[in-house]
C-alpha cells in the first residue's frame, strides 16, 4: 500500500472508529473495545505511514478534487508533518485503551459512547490538520476538531464548572478560528491559490506579512494556550475526563505549535523580529506557567498550567530557530528546530502520563484536591513509580526524555554567544538559557511538590483511606508512555538525523548544510547516553553493596519505627507539609501576578475549636483580565443599543447595507483569490 | 600508561580526597573557635563508622526513601564524570556538557527531596520546600556565571573552559571574570548548604535546611548522603579554584599539585567565612542569590561588549 | 591604566546594585558615600583633554573638594538626621528589594548595551563611562521612585548627581570646572536643606514615611 493510501486509511479508521461502539447495543464494554481496538488500528497504519515517510527521499503528496471552492483533497507528509502526526495518533489510541476502565460504556451508557466517538473524531480531525497542504481543507479539520473539543469538555454537562469551562473554551476556539479565517484569507491573496505548494517560498511586503504573523499568533497561540491566550486552558482540562485532558493537553494543543511553524515555514525571509517576539513570549509564558502551576492545589489545574509552561519553552526553541532563519545560521535553525519538534513529542508522551496518572488517583480517591491526599504510594504503587517517571521527565531532568529536547534549547539559546564567527547574533537570546534554568528549577520544585503530597506521607483524609490500584487497562497506557519517556531519554542521538531532515524541508536550507551541526550534536548526545549509563552503573553498585551491608548486620532486618516527631506524643495526619506550604515560598515570590481568592478563619483563643484556610489562585488572565473587559464592552453595548437600534428591521437593514458595501467593494475592487 | 594514568587520577583524587576536604573545613572553624578540632581524617571515620551500623527505617517510607541516597550519589558521581579537574581534561567532555552537570545535581537534589517527603514528617516537609526554594534561585546563577564563561573562554564544554588561556583571559576580562567568579562562590555556598545560606553544624531543626531533609536516614544511606555532599562541595570547590588558578602547565603533574594546593586554600577560605559570617535570616537568601545573579549578569554584559 | 578605570568604572556599578540591594540604610549612606569618593578620584585617573599647569591645580582642587563633600560632610549629615529620627532600617519598599534589583540589573543590561549607539559630543574617554553614567542615574532614579523613607530617596538623589558627575567628566573639555564646582556647592546645599526637612518631617509625624506627608492639609 502506499503511504498516502495508509495515510488516508488511518484517517478514515480513526474518525467512525467511534462508531463501533454502537455496533453490539447487548454487549457495551465488547462495543467500546471494539472502537478502541479500531482506532488504534488506524493509530497502527498512521504511524507505519509517517515512519515510512520520514525515510522516504521525497515526502509523499496526494491532491484530489473537492467540490468547496478554492479547497482541494490535498495531503502531504513531510518531516514536519510526520513527527507532529505519530503523537496525534498515538496519544488518543492509549487514551482510549485507558478509557476502557476509566469511563467504561457499561457503566455510563450513553455518555461513554458519545465521548468515544468524538474521540475518534477529534483524532481523525487532529491527523488531517497536520497533514493536510490545502488551507480550506486545514480550515475544515479545523473547525471539526475545535468543536469535537468543544462537547469532549461538556461530557459532564450537568456540573457547573465543566459548563463555564466549556463555554470558555468555545469563546476562546472561536476566537481562534476568526483569526485563523482572516489569515488563511490573507495568505491566499498573497499566494494566489489555498494550496500550501503555491504558499511556500512566499516573498510578502512588510505589512502583510505582519498581519500574517500577528494573525497567527493570534489563532495559533489561542489554541497552543501561549500566554495571555492560555486563559481557557486551566478549567478546560480540570473538567474534562482525564483521558480527553490527556489528548487536549498532549497533542490538540500541539496543532497550534505546527499551525504556527508551518505558517512561518511558508516565508522566504522571516524577519529577525518574528523569532524574537516568539523568544520572548515563549520565556514570559514558560515562567508564569510554572508560577501559576506552583499555585494551585487542584491536581488537574496544575497539569494544565505546566502545559502552558511547555508550550512556552516549544515557542523558545521555534523563536530561535526562525532567528537562525534570519541570520542564516544553519546551525541554530536545525537546533532550534530539532528542539521544538523533540519536545513536542516528549511533551505529548510526559504529560499524556500525568494525566492518565491523575485520573487514577482521581477515579480512585474521588477528589482532585491534592491537599486531602498523600500515602497513596502504599495502596497504588504502579500509578505511584509511573507517574514518578512522567514528573521527572517534565522536569528535565536526565536520563529522560525531558533533559533532552531541553539540552538542545539550551545549546540553541548559547549559539548567539559562543561562536563568536562573522555573523553577528542577537545577544540577548542567550538570556534563554538561565530563564530555561529558573523554570526547570521551579518545575522540580513543583513536582516534588505533586508527587510528595500526593503519593509519598501519610494520607490526609478519608479520600486517601478509599484509594485502590488502578486496573491493568489504565496501567497499560501509563507503561508504553513511561517506556518512550525513558527509552527516547537514553538514546536521543536516534532521532537527530530525522529532525535534521524535518528541518531542512521545513527550512528550505540545504541539506548538507544541517548534516555538519546534526553530527556533532549526535556525537554529544551519545556522550549524554554513556553519562546515564554510568549514573545507572553506580546507582546499581550501591545498592548492591547496601544490600550486602544490610544482610552481613548480625541484629537482622532493619527495624520499622514511627517517624521521628521531635518527642511529639499525639502526631496526626494533618500535621504533615502540604503542597501549599512547600510551594508557599515561591508563589510569595511571584505575588505581584497572583489575586488569591481566601479565606481565612484563624483560630481564636487559646484553646482554639475551629480554623479555616482555604486559597485558590484564579487565572490572573481571565479573571483580572478577560472578564471584567468583557463585562465593560457589554456595558457599553447595553448603553449604546437605544430604542432605534434595538428594534428588528434597523439591525436587518444594517446587515444588508454590510452586505451591498461588500458586494460592492468586490465588485469594484477587490477580487476573489481563487 | 602515564597518559591513561593523568586521565583517570584527577578522578580518582575527587572520589578519595572529598572528605579530607570537610574534614579540612571543619579543622579551620575548629581554630578559628580556638580549639584544635577533630583530626583531618574524621570524616573517613565517620563513613566507615556510618556504614557498619544497622539503619532504622520509618513504618511510613516506600522504596523512594532508601532509594534517594543511592540516586543522588548516581548523580554526583556522573557529574564529576563531566568535570575538568586541576584543567586536565574530564572523562567524558562534549559541548554543552555543562548543561548535564547542572541537571544531574538538580537530579540529585529532586531524589533527596522526595526521599524526605516520603517520611512523613513536618520537619522533612520544611526542609524540601526550604531546598527546592532556594536552589530555584540558584540555578539561574549558576547558569549565568558559566554562560559568562562560555562567552570568555569560546568553548561549550566545561573541560574548554577550564583548560588553558585563563590567565590571558584575566588580564584582558579580569573585572567580568572577577565579579562571575564571586557570583560562583555565592553559587557554591548555597548549593552546598554552606554559611550563610545554611549551617552545617545547627542542632535545631527549624533552623536547617540540608540537614533536616536527612533526619530520618541512618546507617548506610546517612554515610552515602554524607559522602554524596563532599563530593558536591569538591565539584563547586574545583571549579572555583580553577577558575582563580588557571595556571598552564606542559605536564600534568605540576597541574594537579597546583589544584589540591588551591583545594586547601579553598577550604582555608570557606572555613574562614564559615566562622566570621553569621547565617542570612531565610526570606534575605533568595536576595543574596537574585544578587549574584546580577553580578553574573554585568559580567556576561561586560564580556558581550 | 585604562584597565584600573575600567575596573573603577564597575566598581561604581557594582556600588549602585548594592544599594539598590541593602535594606540597612546606614550601610547603603557609607555605600553611597564609598561611592563619591571613588568618583572624586576619577578625573585624576582620566587622560586630560587639555594639558596645562592651571588645569591640573583646577582638577586637583575640584577633586580634593568633591572628596570632602561627597566622602565626609553629606553622609556625615544625612547620619545625623538618622540619628535624630531614630530610624533604623528601610520598611519593605513600594517595589520590592527583589524585583528592583532585577529592574535595576535590567536598567544596568540596556545601558551597556546601547549606549553605543547614543550621539555624543566630545570623543570617547573611556568605553565604559557612558554606561556607567547611565546605569548610575537609572538607579538613582529607581531608589527614589520606589522608595518609602525620605532618607532612601535623598540616597537616590545623590546616585543621579553621581552619574551626572561622571557623565560631566566626559564632557570636562565643554564643561568649565567652574560650573562643576558651582554644582557641588548645590549639592552639598541642597542636602542640608533636605537633612532640616527630614529632622523636622519626623518631628511633625514621627515617622519618616513620606506616604504620610499626603495627610498634611495647610
Known amino acids: 500500500m502506499t503511504l498516502p493510501a495508509l495515510l488516508i486509511a488511518a484517517i478514515v479508521l480513526t474518525s467512525v472508529s467511534g462508531l463501533l461502539a454502537l455496533a453490539v447495543p447487548r454487549r457495551p464494554a465488547l462495543g467500546q473495545a471494539l472502537a478502541c481496538a479500531a ?42 508533518s510526520a513527527f507532529f502526526l505519530i503523537p496525534v495518533l498515538v496519544v488518543p489510541a492509549l487514551g ?11 457503566r455510563l451508557g450513553r455518555k461513554a459512547v458519545r465521548l468515544q466517538i468524538l474521540f475518534g473524531l477529534v483524532t481523525g480531525a487532529m491527523a488531517l490538520v497536520v497533514t493536510s497542504a490545502n488551507g480550506m481543507l486545514f480550515l475544515a479539520a479545523w473547525e471539526v476538531m475545535a468543536l469535537g473539543c468543544f462537547f469532549l469538555v461538556i461530557t459532564h454537562h450537568e456540573e457547573r464548572e465543566a459548563q463555564r469551562a466549556g463555554f470558555v473554551y468555545l469563546a476562546s476556539a472561536h476566537a481562534a478560528n476568526l483569526a485563523l479565517f482572516a489569515m488563511f484569507a490573507l495568505l491566499a491573496r498573497l499566494a494566489g491559490s489555498f494550496d500550501f505548494a503555491a504558499m511556500t517560498g512566499l516573498r510578502a511586503a512588510w505589512g502583510p506579512a505582519t498581519a500574517v504573523f500577528v494573525l497567527a499568533l493570534a489563532g495559533f497561540g489561542l ?128 504529560k499524556a502520563l500525568l494525566f492518565l496518572g491523575a485520573g487514577a488517583v482521581v477515579h480512585a480517591t474521588g477528589t482532585r484536591d491534592m491537599d486531602l491526599l498523600g500515602g497513596l504510594a502504599r495502596a497504588m504503587p504502579r500509578t505511584a513509580a509511573l507517574f514518578l517517571v512522567g514528573a521527572a521527565a517534565i522536569s528535565g531532568l536526565p536520563p529522560l526524555n525531558g533533559f533532552a529536547s531541553e539540552w538542545l534549547v539550551y545549546l540553541a539559546s548559547l549559539r548567539t554567544v559562543y561562536d563568536l564567527g562573522p555573523v553577528p547574533h542577537p545577544h540577548f537570546a542567550a538570556l534563554g538559557a538561565p530563564v530555561l534554568a529558573f523554570v526547570g528549577s521551579l518545575a522540580a520544585a513543583c513536582f516534588v511538590k505533586v508527587h510528595g503530597t500526593v503519593f509519598l506521607g501519610h494520607g490526609r483524609s478519608r479520600h486517601a483511606a478509599a484509594a485502590h490500584e488502578a486496573r491493568p487497562a489504565m496501567l497499560v497506557p501509563m507503561l508504553v508512555l513511561a517506556a518512550a519517556c525513558v527509552v527516547i531519554g537514553l538514546f536521543p542521538a536516534a532521532l537527530l538525523p530525522a529532525l535534521a531532515g524535518a528541518a531542512a524541508q521545513w527550512s528550505r536550507v540545504a541539506p548538507e548544510a544541517l548534516v555538519g551541526p546534526a553530527a556533532s550534536a ?97 487565572d490572573t488572565a481571565l479573571e483580572r483580565g478577560i472578564v471584567p473587559a468583557l463585562a465593560w464592552t457589554a456595558r457599553m453595548a447595553g448603553r449604546a443599543r437605544s430604542r432605534l437600534l434595538g428594534a428588528v428591521q434597523v439591525q436587518a437593514l444594517l446587515l444588508a447595507g454590510g452586505l451591498v458595501a461588500l458586494l460592492l467593494w468586490l465588485a469594484l475592487g477587490g477580487g476573489a483569490p481563487w | 600508561m602515564t597518559r591513561l594514568a593523568a586521565a583517570v587520577l584527577p578522578f580518582l583524587a575527587f572520589l578519595g580526597l572529598s572528605p579530607l576536604l570537610l574534614g579540612a573545613v571543619t579543622r579551620v572553624k575548629s581554630l578559628f573557635a580556638g580549639r584544635t578540632g577533630a583530626p583531618l581524617l574524621q570524616p573517613y571515620h565517620d563513613l566507615r563508622r556510618l556504614l557498619g551500623k544497622q539503619p532504622v527505617y520509618s513504618r511510613t517510607t516506600t522504596w523512594v526513601f532508601r532509594a534517594g541516597p543511592l540516586v543522588g550519589l548516581g548523580a554526583v558521581v556522573a557529574a564529576g564524570l563531566l568535570m575538568s579537574f586541576g584543567g586536565a581534561p574530564a572523562l567524558l567532555p562534549f559541548p554543552g556538557d555543562f548543561i548535564l552537570f547542572a541537571s544531574l545535581l538538580g537530579l540529585s537534589r529532586f531524589a533527596t527531596a522526595l526521599a524526605a517527603l516520603d517520611t512523613g514528617s513536618s520537619f522533612e516537609g ?36 577550564l583548560r588553558e588561556g585563563l590567565p590571558e583571559l584575566w588580564r584582558a576580562q579580569g573585572p567580568a571574570l572577577l565579579l562571575a567568579a564571586t557570583a560562583l562562590v555565592v553559587v557554591a555556598l548555597a548549593e552546598n548548604a554552606r554559611i550563610p545560606v545554611d549551617d552545617p553544624t545547627t542542632h535545631l531543626e527549624l533552623t536547617m535546611i540540608h540537614e533536616v531533609m536527612v533526619l530520618d536516614h541512618s546507617g548506610p544511606d546517612l554515610a552515602v548522603i554524607h559522602y554524596a555532599a563532599s563530593l558536591k562541595l569538591f565539584l563547586f570547590g574545583a571549579l572555583v579554584v580553577r577558575l582563580a588558578l588557571g595556571f598552564p602547565f606542559s605536564s600534568p603533574w605540576p597541574s594537579l599539585g597546583v589544584f589540591l594546593g588551591g583545594m586547601a586554600l579553598f577550604a582555608t577560605a570557606l572555613g574562614a567565612i564559615e566562622s566570621t559570617m553569621a547565617r542570612l535570616r531565610l526570606d534575605r537568601v533568595p536576595q543574596l542569590l537574585v544578587a549574584a545573579s546580577v553580578l553574573a549578569l554585568f559580567a556576561l554584559v561586560l564580556l558581550l561588549r | 591604566m585604562t584597565y584600573w578605570t575600567g575596573l573603577v568604572f564597575v566598581l561604581v556599578v557594582v556600588l549602585d546594585l548594592l544599594v539598590l540591594a541593602s535594606s540597612r540604610l546606614r550601610g547603603a549612606i557609607r555605600t553611597v558615600a564609598f561611592q563619591g569618593a571613588v568618583l572624586a578620584l576619577l578625573p585624576l585617573l582620566l587622560p586630560a583633554p587639555a594639558a596645562g599647569e592651571h588645569r591640573v591645580v583646577h582638577m586637583v582642587a575640584l577633586a580634593v573638594g568633591a572628596l570632602v563633600v561627597k566622602g565626609f560632610l553629606i553622609p556625615g549629615m544625612m ?41 555624543l559630543p566630545a570623543p570617547e574617554l573611556h568605553p565604559l563611562l557612558v554606561p556607567t553614567s547611565l546605569s548610575t542615574v537609572w538607579t538613582g532614579l529607581l531608589l527614589v521612585v520606589s522608595r518609602r523613607k525620605a532618607v532612601a530617596q535623598v540616597l537616590g538623589f545623590l546616585l543621579v548627581e553621581n552619574g551626572v558627575f561622571v557623565f560631566g567628566v566626559l564632557l570636562s573639555g565643554f564643561m568649565p570646572l567652574m560650573v562643576e564646582a558651582g554644582v557641588l556647592l548645590d549639592l552639598l546645599a541642597a542636602t542640608f536643606v533636605m537633612g532640616i526637612v527630614i529632622f523636622h518631617i519626623n518631628r511633625e509625624f514621627a515617622s519618616l514615611d513620606t506616604g504620610r506627608l499626603t495627610s498634611l492639609r495647610d
Open chain 1, 39 to 80: 482506532l488504534c488500528a488506524g493509530a497502527v497504519l498512521g504511524s507505519v505511514a509517517a515512519v515510512g515517510a520520514l525515510l522516504a527521499p521525497v515526502p509523499p503528496a496526494l491532491t484530489l478534487p473537492w467540490g468547496a471552492p478554492g479547497g482541494a483533497l490535498a495531503l502531504r507528509l513531510d518531516g514536519l
Open chain 1, 96 to 106: 482510549s485503551v485507558y478509557g476502557l476502565a476509566y469511563f467504561p460504556q457499561a
Open chain 1, 223 to 350: 489554541k497552543a494556550g501561549l500566554l495571555p491566550l492560555h486563559f481557557w486552558l486551566p478549567g478546560a482540562h480540570a473538567a474534562a475526563p482525564s483521558h480527553v485532558s490527556a489528548l487536549m493537553s498532549g497533542v490538540v494543543l500541539k496543532t497550534g505549535i505546527y499551525g504556527l511553524l508551518r505558517v512561518t515555514g511558508f516565508f522566504e525571509a522571516p524577519p529577525a523580529s518574528w523569532g524574537a517576539l516568539l523568544l520572548a513570549g515563549g520565556a514570559v509564558s514558560a515562567v508564569m506557567g510554572v508560577a501559576f502551576a506552583l499555585a494551585q492545589h487542584d491536581v488537574k489545574r496544575l497539569l494544565a498550567y505546566h502545559s502552558v509552561e511547555n508550550i512556552g519553552i516549544i515557542v523558545m526553541a521555534a523563536g530561535l530557530a526562525l532567528l537562525g532563519r534570519a541570520r542564516g545560521d544553519a546551525a541554530l535553525v536545525f537546533l532550534g528546530f530539532a528542539a521544538a519538534v523533540l519536545h513536542v513529542v516528549n511533551h505529548a508522551t510526559f
Open chain 1, 522 to 618: 549526535g556525537a554529544s548526545a551519545v556522550r549524554v547516553s554513556v553519562t546515564a549509563a554510568a549514573l545507572a552503573a553506580v546507582v546499581l553498585g550501591a545498592w548492591l553493596l547496601r544490600r550486602h551491608l544490610l544482610r552481613r548486620g548480625p541484629l537482622g532486618p532493619p527495624p520499622q519505627v514511627e517517624t521521628w516527631g521531635c518527642g511529639y506524643s499525639r502526631p496526626t495526619a494533618r500535621m504533615q507539609y502540604t503542597g501549599s506550604s512547600l510551594a508557599d515560598a515561591l508563589v510569595g515570590s511571584f505575588r505581584w501576578a497572583f489575586f488569591p481568592h481566601r479565606r481565612v478563619l484563624p483560630p481564636r483563643g487559646v484553646f482554639p475549636r475551629r480554623a479555616l484556610y482555604r486559597a485558590t489562585v484564579p
Open chain 2, 126 to 161: 520544611m526542609g524540601a520546600a526550604r531546598e527546592v526554594t532556594f536552589a530555584a534561585f540558584a540555578e539561574p546563577a549558576l547558569f549565568l556565571c558559566l554562560v559568562a564563561l562560555v562567552r570568555a573562554t569560546g568553548s561549550l564544554s566545561l573541560s574548554g573552559m
Open chain 3, 79 to 119: 547620619l545625623w538626621a538618622m540619628r535624630e529620627a531614630a530610624i533604623r532600617r528601610e520598611v519593605e519598599p513600594i517595589v520590592g528589594f527583589v524585583p528592583s534589583l532585577v529592574l535595576g540589573a535590567l536598567g544596568v543590561a540596556a545601558a551597556f548595551t546601547f549606549s553605543g549607539a547614543l550621539p
